[in-house]
């Protein structure tokens, strides 16, 4: 299950051990291309949470993450952004990306 992030709350982010962050945008077609993929790996993953940002509706973390294309993908350990993956990418790929950081 993927969790949406409103208001720029950070927070549950910020207490996982670790996280990922799919930060897009509902007009991002990669994005749409993307989120099937990531809802897989949050079912396949279930011990580690996964988020979505949208960046139009939490313009300050695409600011402090540095998001200038999207899709991108963070990967959180204990709050601090520690890997991120920009643009579309196969399920192996992302898969391979998520065991670098667990």
């Known amino acids: 299950m993927i969790n949406e992030i409103k208001n720029n ?3 549950a982010v ?5 996280a990922v962050v ?3 945008a ?6 749409r291309m993307l989120a099937p993929i990531l809802e897989e790996l949050s079912q ?4 580690i949470p996964f988020y979505a940002c949208d960046v139009d509706e939490n313009m300050e973390l695409a600011v ?3 998001i200038q294309s999207i899709p991108a993908v963070g990967l959180f350990k204990n709050g601090q952004l520690v890997n991120m993956a920009v ?4 399920k192996d790929a992302m898969k391979a ?3 670098s950081v667990k």
């Open 22 to 24: 799919d930060f897009n």
């Open 9 to 11: 709350d950070f927070d």
């Open 97 to 99: 990306l998520i065991e």
């Open 64 to 66: 402090k993450y540095g």
């Open 26 to 31: 509902a007009w991002c077609g990669p994005c």
């Open 14 to 18: 910020a207490k996982a051990q670790t």
């Open 87 to 90: 643009g579309f990418r196969p």
């Open 44 to 47: 396949e993953y279930s011990d």
